[in-house]
């Protein structure tokens, strides 16, 4: 399945509030899968320094991992479809 990474300017984000942004962000993930259109969420890396932070998503389209941030009402800059590899894939 493509895999995308939905791109967000957090500026005076409380970091304690993360958990609560991704249980949503895997609720609604889970809600369109049930409606048939695959999404998953995966993971976020929260960067301070810059104010940003990185979600990744699976998902059978970027208009599928839109939605979910729209029904989640979190913001986002950009999704980019993204190609991951692990230490283990090489």
Request: with cysteine; net charge negative; hydrophobic share 35%.
């Amino acid at each position: 399945m493509p895999q995308f990474m939905v791109e967000r300017h957090l500026p005076d984000f409380p970091p304690e509030q993360l958990p609560g942004a991704a249980a949503a962000a895997k609720a609604k993930s889970a809600e369109l899968t049930s409606e048939g259109r695959d999404v998953r969420y995966v993971r976020s890396t929260y960067i301070p320094e810059g104010e940003k932070c990185y979600c990744l998503f699976e998902g059978s389209s970027k208009e599928a991992v839109e939605e979910v941030q729209r029904r989640a009402n979190l913001p986002y800059e950009r999704i980019h479809e993204a190609a991951f590899l692990t230490a283990e894939d090489v």
